[in-house]
């Protein structure tokens, strides 16, 4: 087990460096001057000099990217172009947004999921198992972002229960923050409940072919009692797989939604960054993320490794 | 009651200094007054004034409710874009400016009517033979963070200010502090401009506290922390969130009737009306010309309000590469020629918005009737084209993409173009790229959509354009850098007025330096409960301090 | 159908041809939503190819004095914000659409096949190599890796197509280097080495074709999954240029006039949802019937 564990660490590891490496070229061949954006309208072109020095803009690429690195070990990412504020200030007030609310929206895909699948696939091919899996697919296909605006315009204006749009810390008010973050959090979750519900479907055909289902029922147990304490059980390891997955779904997935919602999380922050060609935000946020991923499977893995001990000697 | 007390001492103060010059006043010396109804703002003084637009005689607009204002609640507003510092050196947009006047004020600022009057001056006298400008001062008038307002920080101010490669105050050599509340500018050259550049047009007049800015380590503070001397304080501001204002007890015109302003940013637009109808925004700011008209059916729950501003977009072809098709002015005329303005302008201002051939917008004094300009004909673009020696020119259409509305616009322009005779892609730029090529000339060809926010004085949004500071990259005639030159030294306004007009003639008539469309003046929406704000009816995002909520 | 049976039949030599294919149709099929989506995939591609003969305005041509007109007999869906025709709108849509997702997919596929392939077949360092640079890009949530793509190249249809293909192209690169690692220890390629085949043949010859069924599936489901993400990077405002008609871009533009012209939105949102489930569908039928484990039983 732990030369499993060892071995997973060197792997993300190298990953993580991978990662940096391509958050921090992708935003480096981005055109136009940081600098001259940075400084704004009246800036001279000796300041903007004195600037692109001192963000080592004039120095070759991998000069550049090997002191982006050191800053990054020192915990310094650089101060954003648009926001003028240090860029870790910024993603240590907004990635606790984006957090809390990928993880309310990642419990409540993973439990509706996992029971959308098990009622699959205990009655596959009937009305319910495609009734299931159509609307758990027709959660995919909605825009999400055209969802949203309806939801909005249903929950929030016309009947009035849900706050429209906002963020509000749960440690300020409670209630008013958890009415604000149940349409956004239902919204993240919507595509994942889908791709849950699917993976535990035919995990669960697949778990319950095997001979050791088929002595369990032969035995004149319950169904009830095959499905949850023989069947899920095992059909349950493959899912797991599926949570480092769903980390980057839910991510990905805030930049739209907290653009409709007008949370002030990371996906925000990486739009705005977008548009305002912050290249220094992008990159430090574009990494932020694969790196919450990169650890997510690691995490995962492990955890995978530990359930199934076939897995470690891979 | 301190604020009748108040108004008296400025009133005093004001007939002091105006008897002071008036008894005596040297053939080219202007001095502009105090809004207050003293008797002699519409005296041959003020009507002299280069600024003074004036096509309506020099009042105050009285309050325009006569209910008794009453105290208390929170303002909400929208803004669309975060403000990107507070310290006015650096500001550039309209937000940067717009967002911070309810707190960091400005020397003059712009009326309903587009007369220059004074806020943190007094007035101010020009004296064109000795090439200055003299500005006196209010007394009493303390930052929010108890330090006074005086000439000594009004100077350190506007030294600020010039420290940056700004082009407002580039003809101002130094500044004298004449006494602790007057201040005289020395000028390299006259210039008529500078004292409407200390109003709410631009932000070198914008006042912040020399004290804070000192203790607490200079401008990377000031950026983030507004101490000025406007009827709100800061309180807050989180990016993407919004800003938020409390009440400054000790505002130089009397304690403000709201407790204080929550400026909120709502990404999307559709969801910011939803939030407007339901009640929990009280200024929309720029509304849809649709919701608008929406929204003017319920007369009892919103006002709409037309500001006397607007955006001027206009269309003005890469020339200064004398190998760009645009460098000939037929191919320029042809784009003039070939776009129904009447019909853009009804269809998407639906009556909010007014039709216009210049840069000066109509009912302001720059305006030049005489400007011929061309009228919608096709026909008459192909013409022009195929004497230019192209059919089917193609060109990319560069714009600002602020929003659905913008490509919308652009989308309609393009076919106009495309059926005379243009091949037309559109290209919509994110703001930073759009201003590389707008003020840099980076990477433009084919058209830019300018889009520019009218000005009171033409001759100072022209100035951009004039030094090629603006849209670099856009045909500027000689003749007409002289012309424009001229224009801001003039001695008088009637010189002024009149060479302004021949600058519009020049650009549109004789050389077609740009296609100018319309001037959108978006409505703004509020909410009827709030009174006496004057938001969008005065110019440049102003909101009056004696503004309340009718609860 | 052809290219499939025959790597079923590789696969599962042990089966007649007939019956295979017999199979397959009959579980795909077997559910109605699966045939469903492959009806409305099959009218998309018809709508599609038959547009500028469908449609019954041009999309393009705004015409400022019909603004926001409600359903009519002349303009079914109405018209949009500067007055073109919202249905011939909704139907030159569906070429976007198509386009986005077969280039979009096609891109994925070509890069991410070709370096699975290598990186399955030749295994070592190379398969290192390879996989630990497809992790990290896997690292990125698909959206955020295509809206940093889109912000550095630029908007336009080619830099989006890009974004979309970069941005799919790991899991295929996964997917085919899972299948080649797992067929390269099989007695048949085994036996295809004894007998002096080459590398190059090996890998296009055999390995390919058998590893595709599993690829089949996620090329339909990634179909469906391109029309999406363009969708949503022109929501974001960073998608194909205007004036093209897009279905995401006439959703995300279309918003604005929600209370008063709710067609705008609702059409293209409809027939988003419609091509995106269609290809989900059907790529789950897929799934269900290519499946050797599953062996049509449902």
Same mark, same amino acid.
């Given at each position: 087990m732990v030369t499993y564990i060892v071995r997973r660490l060197v792997l993300t590891l190298i990953v993580l460096i991978i990662v940096s490496f391509l958050s921090f070229s992708l935003m480096h061949v981005?055109?136009?001057d940081p600098a001259a954006t940075m400084l704004?309208?009246?800036?001279t072109q000796d300041e903007i000099n004195a600037l692109r020095k001192e963000l080592w803009l004039d120095r070759p690429f991998f000069v550049q990217y090997g002191h982006w690195v050191y800053n990054l070990m020192q915990g310094d990412l650089g101060? %954003?172009?648009?926001?003028?504020?240090?860029i870790n200030e910024l993603l240590a007030t907004r990635l606790p947004i984006t957090l809390y609310i990928s993880t309310l929206a990642l419990v409540l895909s993973t439990l509706i999921g996992i029971l959308a699948g098990i009622i699959c696939a205990v009655r596959r091919g009937g009305f319910i198992d495609q009734s299931i899996s159509l609307l758990a697919n027709l959660g995919i296909a909605i825009p999400v972002f055209w969802l949203g605006i309806l939801g909005i315009y249903f929950f929030?204006?016309? @009947?009035?229960? @849900?706050?429209?749009q906002g963020w509000v810390s749960p440690l300020d008010d409670f209630i008013l923050s958890f009415k604000s973050v149940i349409m956004p959090v239902f919204l993240l979750a919507v595509p994942g409940i889908a791709v849950m519900a699917r993976q535990t479907r035919s995990s669960m055909l697949e778990v319950i072919r095997q001979d050791y289902i088929r002595t369990a029922f032969s035995k004149g147990l319950r169904e009830r009692v095959v499905v949850i304490r023989h069947a899920l059980r095992n059909a349950l390891i493959p899912v797991i797989t599926l949570l480092g997955l769903q980390v980057r779904v839910l991510i990905g997935g805030s930049v739209l939604i907290e653009t409709i919602f007008n949370i002030p999380g990371m996906g925000r922050l990486l739009v705005t960054g977008a548009f305002n060609k912050d290249f220094l935000v992008m990159q430090a946020g574009v990494l932020l993320m694969g790196g919450i991923v990169c650890l997510t499977n690691l995490l995962v893995d492990v955890s995978y490794g530990w359930l199934d001990p076939r897995i470690r000697y891979e | 009651m301190r604020r009748p007390i108040i108004t008296l001492a400025v009133l005093l103060l004001i007939t002091l200094v105006l008897t002071g010059c008036g008894g005596n006043p040297p053939a080219n010396t202007t001095t502009v007054t105090p809004p +207050? $109804?003293?008797? %002699?703002?519409?005296?041959p003084a003020t009507s002299s004034s280069?600024?003074?637009?004036?096509? %309506?005689?020099t009042t105050t607009a009285p309050?325009? =409710?006569?209910k008794t204002p009453k105290s208390g609640g929170t303002l909400v507003m929208l803004i669309t874009?975060?403000? !990107?510092?507070?310290?006015?050196?650096?500001m550039t947009g309209q937000t940067d400016g717009h967002t911070s006047s309810v707190s960091l004020e400005t020397l003059f600022r712009f009326d309903k009517d587009l007369n220059l009057i004074p806020l943190l001056a007094t007035g101010y006298q020009t004296d064109v033979a000795a090439k200055t400008v003299t500005i006196t001062l209010r007394k009493g008038v303390k930052f929010h963070d108890g330090s006074d307002f005086n000439a000594e920080v009004c100077k350190w101010n506007l030294d600020q200010f010039r420290?940056? $490669?700004?082009?407002? @105050?580039?003809?101002?050599?130094s500044i004298d +502090?004449?006494? !602790?509340f007057t201040v005289r500018l020395n000028l390299s050259s006259f210039d008529n401009t500078i004292v409407a550049n200390l109003g709410?047009?631009?932000?070198?007049g914008r006042m912040i506290s020399k004290q804070s800015f000192e203790a607490n380590g200079g401008k990377d503070w000031a950026a983030k922390n507004p101490v000025g001397t406007g009827p709100f304080q800061f309180v807050s501001m989180t990016k993407d969130v919004g800003v938020k204002w409390k009440r400054f007890d000790g505002y130089w015109d009397g304690?403000?009737?709201?407790d204080g302003i929550d400026m909120r940013r709502i990404a999307d637009s559709t969801v910011a009306l939803m939030e407007f109808r339901s009640g929990n925004l009280h200024i929309l700011g720029s509304t849809a010309s649709r919701d608008a008209k929406a929204l003017e059916q319920e007369k009892n729950k919103y006002k709409i309000v037309i500001p006397p501003q607007g955006q001027v977009p206009a269309l003005a072809g890469f020339?200064? #590469?004398?190998? =760009?098709?645009?460098?000939?002015i037929e191919v320029r005329r042809a784009i003039a020629h070939a776009i129904d303005v009447k019909t853009f302008t009804d269809s998407f &201002?639906?009556?909010?918005w007014r039709l216009q051939n210049q840069w000066a917008v109509p009912g302001?004094? &720059?305006? $030049?009737?005489? +400007?011929k300009g061309y009228p919608y004909n096709p026909d008459k673009a192909r013409e022009l084209l195929a004497a230019a020696g192209?059919?089917?020119l193609k060109a990319v259409l560069n714009f $600002?993409?602020?929003?659905q509305s913008i490509v919308d616009e652009n989308t309609a322009l393009q076919s106009y173009l495309n059926a005379a005779g243009f091949d037309i892609t559109l290209n919509p730029l994110q703001r930073p790229a759009f201003a590389d090529m707008a %003020?840099?000339?980076?990477?433009? =060809?084919?058209?830019v959509r300018q889009q520019g926010f009218s000005s009171p004085d033409p001759l100072i949004k022209y100035a951009g354009v004039i030094s090629g /500071?603006?849209?670099?990259? *856009?045909f500027v005639p000689q003749e007409m850098v002289d012309v424009f030159n001229q224009g801001i030294s003039a001695p008088d306004f009637a010189t002024k007025q009149q060479l302004t007009h021949k600058l519009m003639a020049l650009a +549109? #008539?004789?050389?077609?330096i740009a296609a100018y469309l319309c001037v959108q003046s978006s409505p703004i929406s509020k909410l009827?409960?709030? /009174?006496? #704000?004057e938001y969008g009816e005065a110019p440049f995002g102003y909101l009056s301090p004696k503004a309340w909520l009718d609860k | 159908m052809s290219d499939i049976s025959n790597s079923i039949i590789k696969v599962?030599?042990?089966?007649?041809r007939t019956n295979e294919l017999r199979r397959i149709w009959k579980v795909m099929f077997g559910r109605w939503v699966v045939t469903g989506g492959a009806v409305i995939i099959l009218f998309v591609i018809i709508v599609a190819i038959f547009a500028p003969l469908l449609?019954?305005?041009?999309?393009?041509m705004p015409d400022l004095k019909l603004?926001?007109?409600?359903? =009519?007999?002349?303009?079914l869906l109405g018209t949009d914000e500067? &007055?073109? #025709?919202v249905l011939s709108r909704v139907i030159f849509g569906s070429q976007i659409s198509l386009l986005v997702g077969i280039v979009g997919v096609t891109i994925a596929g070509l890069i991410g096949i070709t370096l699975g392939l290598f990186a399955g077949f030749f295994g070592g360092i190379v398969n290192n190599v390879i996989m630990r640079f497809i992790d990290a890009l896997l690292s990125f949530p698909p959206l955020v890796l295509m809206l940093a793509i889109a912000t550095v190249l630029g908007g336009g249809i080619l830099n989006v197509l890009l974004a979309l293909g970069i941005g799919m192209m790991p899991t295929y690169c996964r997917l085919m280097c899972a299948q080649v690692t797992s067929l390269r220890v099989s007695d048949y390629i085994t036996a295809s080495h004894s007998i002096g085949a080459s590398n190059t043949r090996i890998m296009l010859h055999h390995l390919l074709p058998n590893a595709f069924p599993p690829l089949l599936v996620l090329i339909t489901i990634n179909l469906g999954t391109a029309i999406m993400m363009e969708a949503s990077l022109s929501f974001l405002g960073i998608?194909? @240029?205007?004036?093209?008609?897009t279905w995401g871009a006439m959703v995300s533009s279309g918003q604005r006039f929600i209370? *008063?012209?709710?067609?705008l939105s609702f059409a293209p949102g409809v027939a988003i949802l419609l091509v995106v489930l269609a290809f989900n569908m059907v790529g789950d039928g897929l799934r269900d019937a290519l499946d050797p484990r599953l062996r049509g039983t449902l």
């Open positions: 981005m055109p136009g704004g309208l009246g800036a101060i %954003s172009i648009m926001y003028r504020d240090p929030g204006y016309k @009947l009035g229960w @849900l706050p429209m | +207050v $109804n003293t008797p %002699s703002a519409t005296g280069p600024v003074s637009t004036a096509p %309506s005689p309050p325009t =409710s006569t874009m975060d403000p !990107s510092t507070f310290f006015p050196q650096v420290a940056g $490669n700004r082009p407002e @105050l580039k003809k101002v050599t +502090v004449v006494d !602790s709410n047009i631009s932000d070198a304690k403000p009737y709201l020339a200064i #590469d004398p190998n =760009s098709p645009f460098a000939k &201002g639906m009556g909010y302001t004094w &720059g305006y $030049n009737p005489d +400007v192209h059919t089917g $600002n993409n602020t929003g %003020s840099n000339g980076k990477g433009w =060809s084919g058209i /500071q603006e849209f670099a990259g *856009t +549109v #008539d004789k050389y077609c009827v409960v709030l /009174q006496d #704000d | 599962e030599n042990n089966r007649p449609a019954p305005y041009d999309p393009d603004m926001l007109a409600q359903p =009519s007999s002349q303009h500067v &007055g073109r #025709d998608g194909i @240029l205007p004036p093209t008609a209370f *008063t012209n709710p067609m």
